[in-house]
């Protein structure tokens, strides 16, 4: 057993393929998170990002293989574990405060009503939502002051990891790029671990400390974990002119685009760990991209 | 005419037609002869009581104004107000309703949580749900011995049905992320079930309950032409023994209008529980 905040160990997934047999998702997967890290996984749709994510919200059981969060092993939901999803992660019959209020009112079942209202509103400000929209239904709010409310609420229960299934997939471009930066902001304050999946290669070096990058699958395996080089605070605007931006952005679309398909199918190792890819321009000695063995 | 609502001119509109539908029907029936002014002949053939039975709209506003301004007095069995008698029909259908609700919605939530109880109650559900309420009503006198109460078990039978059935289609198509929701912030399972099953399925297990109160309503009209004693459905049935058409009419409008008013008051009640994704 590893000794990180959260490891993931030796975990398949297999599901009936509906002619008898199986199709393997992926298998063996083997990685960790660290405290307070902020990690994305990239991968082509289909290889199961959202499958390893219900696994880890328990949400979902894997065929085999355990994940373990801080000394205990992960079974069944927990408000220790928050998520956000793509879509339908707000109740629609409920105000935006009601939909934070139901949950910080689980999350701290002795709290008064005043400390529970006190405490929404407070997060909701934190993602920019203004007083004016507390009581709308998710329907009368945009899309991007949805997924506001759901990120709000997600930080509103301090879960001890955060769970993002493609949280701004369904946002445009603009949009996007000032809820990634609300995002920052509120995750800057916290010692919040977060899991977040997207599609989207900018967005992932904008704020992750670490990318998990996912083979095709069937037989999908996380092959490598590339460390953002970059400092923070990141600023989506002066972070492209960072030495070490187009060097991890290349390294990412090469994955996505060749080695992606390449390295996928099955393998015969026991367990699939990640390779460490670390790409530094700025460090004294020069190296190439190394890629450890698999 | 062109800056007016669509509201104003509608409501414009239905005033002209029912004007107009009242005119026609006022012109086509013939004068009516005073019992005296019949010929002979006329009275042989019967040709007098049929003219004087079907009576024009101006005869059965009068009977409704009289009817209305005094609806509930109670001169022995057979005269009572118009009112005594919805009364009695009223009472009927929302005691069988709401016992029937009590059982299907609870049955419902039930039925559509789970799937080995969708599967065992099905075939019952689908074998008992096409019987006409009215058949069940000789079986219901013999065993329940009491015409009153087998009127309502009729009310009963009848409402259970679409109640069960939209609860069950209500809760088992509850999207599953609003449950993972619940289950994320561990709800448990009555708070999951009261706070986030409950609101996701009402609209559906409302239209359900409008349904049935709509039905429970036609029902109850033919269940006390059958039993008799009291209410709309014997007035009405009553009225055609005395040969009193105006009578007839104007309950056949008293219950459409009653039936109109439980309709709206489900609509309320939809409009109150529907939300929007
Ligand atoms: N219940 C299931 N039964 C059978 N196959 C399933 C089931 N759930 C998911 N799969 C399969 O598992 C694979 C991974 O699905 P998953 O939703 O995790 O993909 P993803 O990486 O999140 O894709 P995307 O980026 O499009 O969201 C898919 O090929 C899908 O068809
Ligand atoms: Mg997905």
Redesign the pocket.
């Known amino acids: 057993m590893s000794t990180a905040f959260l490891s993931v160990e030796r975990l398949s997934?297999r599901?009936?393929?509906?002619a008898g047999g199986q199709?393997t998702?992926f298998e063996n997967a083997s990685f960790g998170i660290e405290k307070g890290e902020f990690v994305v996984i990239l991968?082509?749709?289909?290889?199961?990002?959202?499958?390893?994510?219900?696994i880890l919200a328990g949400l979902a059981e894997a065929t085999e293989g355990v994940v373990i969060m801080d000394g205990k092993e992960v079974s069944g939901p927990s408000l220790d574990r928050g998520v956000v999803f793509?879509n339908y992660s707000l109740l629609p019959w409920l105000s935006a405060l009601k939909n934070v209020t139901f949950a910080v009112a689980a999350r701290y079942p002795d709290w008064s009503k005043d400390q529970v209202l006190t405490h929404s509103k407070k997060h909701l400000e934190m993602v920019g939502l203004s007083a004016d929209v507390f009581n709308r239904k998710p329907s009368q709010l945009s899309g991007g002051m949805r997924q506001r409310v759901s990120i709000a609420r997600a930080f509103s229960i301090s879960p001890k990891l955060l769970l993002l299934?493609?949280p701004f997939?369904a946002l445009d471009a603009l949009t996007r790029g000032t809820i990634q930066d609300e995002l920052l902001k509120v995750w800057a304050g916290t010692n919040q671990t977060v899991f977040m999946?997207t599609?989207d290669i900018d967005e992932a070096i904008l704020l992750a400390d670490r990318i998990l990058l996912?083979t095709n699958?069937?037989f999908?395996r996380v092959a490598e974990s590339v460390e953002i080089t970059i400092p923070r605070p990141r600023n989506r605007i002066e972070i492209v002119e960072h030495p070490n931006y187009y060097a991890i952005r290349n390294h990412l679309v090469q994955f996505l685009g060749k080695h992606s398909k390449e390295l996928a199918g099955p393998t015969d190792a026991a367990e699939n760990r990640p390779a460490t890819v670390r790409i530094d321009k700025t460090a004294p000695a020069v190296r190439a991209p190394s890629r450890l063995a698999v | 005419m062109t800056d007016m609502s669509v509201n104003k001119r509608a409501a414009i509109l239905s005033f002209i037609l029912l004007f107009a539908g009242l005119l026609l029907w006022e012109a086509v029936i013939p004068g009516q002869k005073a019992a005296g002014e019949l010929t002979e002949y006329e009275r042989l053939t019967g040709g007098g009581a049929q003219k004087a039975g079907v009576p024009p709209p101006s005869q059965v506003l009068e009977k409704a104004w009289e009817q209305l301004s005094d609806p509930f007095y109670d001169a022995g069995p057979n005269d009572k107000g118009i009112g005594i008698q919805i009364g009695y029909s009223i009472y009927r259908v929302l005691a069988g309703y709401f016992l029937a609700a009590l059982i299907a919605i609870p049955l419902g939530f039930l039925i559509g949580m789970s799937p080995v109880a969708y599967k065992a109650l099905n075939p019952f559900i689908q074998v008992l749900r096409p019987i006409s309420p009215l058949a069940w009503m000789p079986l219901a006198l013999f065993i329940i011995q009491d015409s009153e109460t087998s009127a309502i078990f009729v009310i009963f039978i009848c409402s259970i049905w679409p109640m069960l059935i939209n609860t069950a289609f209500g809760v088992a198509g509850v999207r599953k992320d609003w449950v993972n929701v619940a289950r994320t912030h561990e709800l448990g399972a009555l708070r999951t079930a009261f706070m986030v099953i409950l609101p996701a399925a009402a609209p559906t297990i409302v239209t359900g309950m409008r349904i049935s109160i709509g039905i429970a309503w036609l029902v109850i009209v033919a269940a006390e032409m059958l039993v008799g004693g009291t209410g709309i459905g014997y007035y009405v049935w009553n009225e055609w023994n005395n040969l009193d058409l105006t009578s007839v009419i104007f309950s056949i409008l008293m219950i459409g209008v009653v039936g109109m008013a439980l309709d709206a008051m489900f609509g309320v009640l939809q409009r109150f529980v529907v939300y929007s994704e």
């Open positions: 997934q599901y009936p393929d509906g199709t998702i991968g082509h749709s289909g290889c199961g990002k959202s499958t390893i994510m219900n793509q299934d493609e997939g999946i599609h996912m699958g069937p999908a």
